[in-house]
């Protein structure tokens, strides 16, 4: 077995169906190395994304070298708060006295996450717990990819406290390693699935195998099923985050004017926009199901109604709709067309069955589906909500319910349309043999003669002359010296009776016999 990591299995024998000396510990020693050198680099890259133009604005807005004492922790809370960390934010005193702001709400919690952090360490830990599964050694390359990405998440969250900006220590380091640690376990699984372990995937395999039927299919295509609806309600609400920039661009531009932002200050505001691109993208996922997001507490932004105060002057949210309109509600529809498109898919995928397909695995596979589409919802309500500021902005982004609750329904019922209808194509409905055995033909036809012998053609018996005569009417050539060709089914085949000079004697003795029919017919 060869994997991504260019690391090659050591040969294997097989005793008993298991594999035994598949894997030496130099194996697993460079698999475990090799992840967590992923896990520093994914680590490393975060960091590297907001501590580099974070230096160069520093450099080219105040000139002379950068002040790491105050670049290193605020690279760390961005970097915590882009890993779901709650930070607490301090005003200092001259700033409030400089703005006239309430002293009240001089501390503040900012938790909404810019989650283009969160899911680049999600994608790499999965893609590092794939390769590891496919090299062999799954759970020892997940092992030591979260361990070492656990150590950086550590140091960073010991380091990196400031008394402006400060966290819980142990939250700074739970929930960025658990940003690694399950997407990692999620793609060793996937990894070992697709290749198999010798463990307790493949255990798992031969369980669902023994399931009777079209069952055995159910707990894979269900997976397979949910990763389309993710994915196309993600891509759905990606659209509506690029149809509402292009829709409401003058808003943005004008908000992007008004904030009299420099180039560097330009710079930062764009950046901040674009690492909270996915957050958004979760926001128009909950728009388009119906339930909204809410930007500041009460208020609501969905397709029958938004209700929404004064918002921060942050350009993007210039594409918030000031006003709803009855053509939005058509943006329902979308998660049902994402469910029937994965019901059409996984149907395709199904074992066909002859006669009547069983509605059970159907009716469970869509449920299971729309269930886990659910719960994804929830997550993603869960990871896109939070505090952007003090007072009434300490709530914003979609509700967890609310959000499962509709798409689940959304789309079950895309899911139902395809799973549960008859199946059409090449081969009609379901009660119709899928596999068309093909016709027995009898080789014996219904008219078999035997074959005629082939005679050298004699120019003396078909000289033409003039013709004979009958003797008595209605006299003819006589019936069992016809050509084959010319008798009916069931009349006897001369040529398997007589020998061939005695049927040219029988032609020759009917057209020698005189009488009144025979030439009044050939006259």
């Given at each position: 077995m060869v994997a991504e990591y260019g690391v090659a299995a050591a040969p294997e024998e097989r005793?008993?169906?298991?594999?035994?000396?598949?894997?030496?510990?130099?194996?697993r020693l460079l698999v475990a190395?090799?992840?967590?050198?992923?896990?520093?680099?994914?680590?490393?890259?975060?960091?590297?994304?907001?501590?580099?133009?974070?230096?160069?604005?520093?450099?080219a807005g105040l000139g002379g070298n950068p002040d790491w004492t105050a670049l290193w922790p605020t690279t760390a809370a961005i970097w915590h708060l882009g890993h779901l960390v709650p930070l607490t934010?301090?005003?200092?005193?001259?700033?409030l006295a400089a703005t006239g702001i309430d002293p009240s709400l001089a501390t503040f919690s900012l938790s909404l996450a810019p989650l283009a952090f969160a899911a680049f360490t999600g994608l790499f830990a999965a893609r590092s717990g794939v390769r590891a599964a496919e090299a062999g050694a799954g759970i020892t390359g997940w092992l030591s990819g979260s361990l070492v990405f656990a150590a950086i998440a550590s140091v960073v969250a010991l380091?990196?406290?400031a008394a402006l900006v400060a966290s819980e220590t142990w939250v700074a380091i739970l929930l960025p390693s658990l940003l690694f640690l399950v997407p990692s376990l999620l793609g060793a699984i996937v990894g070992a699935w697709r290749v198999g372990d010798d463990?307790?995937?493949?255990?798992?395999?031969?369980?669902?195998?023994r399931l009777p039927g079209t069952w055995a299919s159910v707990p894979t295509l269900a997976f397979r099923g949910l990763a389309l609806t993710t994915l196309g309600l993600v891509g759905v609400g990606g659209v509506v985050v690029v149809a509402g920039l292009i829709a409401r661009s003058t808003q943005v531009v004008g908000i992007f004017q008004a904030s009299n932002a420099d180039a560097i200050g330009a710079t930062v505001i764009a950046l901040c926009q674009l690492m909270y691109l996915p957050t958004l993208v979760l926001w128009a996922v909950a728009f388009v199901a119906g339930p909204g997001f809410a930007v500041g507490t009460d208020s609501a932004v969905t397709p029958a109604a938004t209700q929404v105060g004064a918002l921060p002057g942050i350009p993007v949210l210039g594409a918030i709709p000031d006003t709803s309109s009855p053509w939005l509600l058509l943006l329902v529809l979308l998660p049902l067309g994402i469910g029937a498109l994965?019901?059409?898919?996984?149907?395709?995928?199904?074992?066909?069955?002859?006669?009547p397909e069983p509605v059970g695995p159907r009716l469970v596979l869509a449920i299971a589906v729309a269930t886990l589409t659910g719960g994804v919802a929830a997550l993603m309500a869960v990871v896109s909500r939070g505090s952007i500021g003090p007072g009434r902005l300490a709530e914003t982004g979609p509700q967890p319910g609310p959000l499962a609750l509709s798409i689940g329904l959304e789309v079950l019922v895309g899911l139902a349309i395809l799973l549960l209808s008859p199946r059409f194509g090449?081969?009609?409905?379901?009660?119709?043999?899928?596999?068309?055995?093909?016709?027995?033909?009898?080789?014996?036809?219904?008219?078999?003669?035997?074959?005629?012998?082939?005679?050298?053609?004699?120019?003396?018996?078909?000289?033409t002359g003039p013709a004979p005569t009958v003797s008595a009417p209605g006299t003819g050539i006589a019936h069992d010296v016809w050509p084959s060709a010319y008798r009916g089914p069931e009349d006897p085949d001369p040529a398997g009776e007589l020998s061939d000079d005695e049927v040219r004697a029988r032609i020759r003795a009917a057209w020698a016999k005189p009488g009144d029919g025979g030439s009044a017919g050939r006259s």
């Open positions: 005793v008993g169906g298991a594999r035994v000396g598949s894997h030496t510990p130099m194996h190395l090799l992840a967590a050198l992923d896990a520093i680099l994914a680590a490393a890259g975060g960091i590297a994304v907001v501590l580099a133009p974070l230096a160069l604005l520093w450099v934010v301090t005003l200092p005193d001259t700033y380091t990196g406290n463990g307790p995937v493949d255990a798992l395999r031969a369980q669902l195998s994965a019901g059409w898919i996984l149907r395709s995928r199904m074992p066909r069955t002859t006669g090449a081969d009609g409905f379901d009660d119709v043999d899928p596999y068309p055995r093909e016709e027995t033909r009898d080789e014996t036809p219904a008219f078999s003669f035997s074959p005629r012998a082939q005679v050298p053609f004699d120019r003396d018996e078909h000289a």
